[in-house]
């Protein structure tokens, strides 16, 4: 599967900063993790797609993995995710093998400037980042650095912080709500990483039919308008919970 995906991904040739968001190749990503904590928690499951636009869905080419993450579920998450210690100790790839895995797709896709894609992508990023650092393997920005792209300029689509500009709908936006809202149908149950991952760069076609804004972004903006489009959520959620007094949200989106 990963030479499958990495010969697709070496078949795209660089895309151009004007490309569009509508027009432009993605690789979607998602994890299933043993908890939430990025550098505390590791990845237990993961899954890559590469969608080309011009055929959607049945143009998909994935690669997905099962890590033995070498420590325990939290059984919360476990709960939700359906992995087992015992599960993942039988089944799982060692994370040095399937980090090292991913991480080298997600730059070889960059260095086609082909974005990485991903629902609250912070969490995934993240996630990514602090088991790069547990097995002391290269991180994202040196791979960067390495491909000649500049540190902490990750090309990332996030439908999530998209969906919070233009929509204004009410009510909850997780994946699942997020996806019945734009009409898409998803392809297995959630939180399972395969299906979490289609349905997340399936969402990109309906919002940049509906808001065709999004579909008109450019490569070369993007990153710096899902940053501003963050702070602006970020600014006036935060007014809500002053005005309720509860703890403000800090940072940024990546």
């Given at each position: ?139 994202l920005d040196e791979r960067q650095a390495a491909a000649g792209v ?39 149950d959630f939180h399972d990483a395969t299906a979490d991952t289609i ?56």
């Amino acid at each position: 599967m990963n030479d499958e995906l990495l010969s697709a991904i070496e078949s795209v040739g660089e895309q151009h900063p004007d490309t569009t968001l509508a027009d432009s190749w993605l690789l979607g990503f998602d994890t299933e993790t043993t908890g939430i904590a990025a550098g505390r928690d590791a990845i237990v499951s993961a899954t890559l797609v590469l969608r080309d636009p011009a055929k959607g869905h049945a143009g998909d080419v994935i690669a997905s993995w099962i890590v033995n993450p070498h420590r325990p579920m939290n059984p919360r998450a476990s709960e939700v995710n359906g992995f087992t210690d015992e599960f993942l100790a039988e089944h799982g790839e060692e994370p040095t093998v399937a980090v090292e895995a991913i991480a080298a797709l997600i730059a070889a896709a960059q260095a086609r400037r082909i974005p990485l894609l991903a629902y609250n992508a912070p969490f995934d990023v993240h996630m990514l980042e602090g088991d790069l650092k547990r097995w002391k393997l290269d991180s994202l920005d040196e791979r960067q650095a390495a491909a000649g792209v500049a540190p902490q300029q990750l090309l990332v689509v996030d439908p999530l912080v998209i969906d919070r500009k233009v929509s204004r709908r009410k009510g909850k936006r997780t994946l699942t709500d997020t996806t019945f809202y734009y009409g898409v149908e998803p392809h297995g149950d959630f939180h399972d990483a395969t299906a979490d991952t289609i349905a997340a760069v399936d969402l990109i076609a309906p919002m940049a039919t509906l808001y065709p804004q999004v579909g008109h972004l450019a490569l070369g903006d993007l990153m710096a308008w899902q940053h501003a489009a963050y702070a602006d959520w970020r600014d006036s959620f935060n007014e809500w919970l002053s005005s309720r007094g509860r703890t403000p949200v800090r940072g940024d989106w990546l």
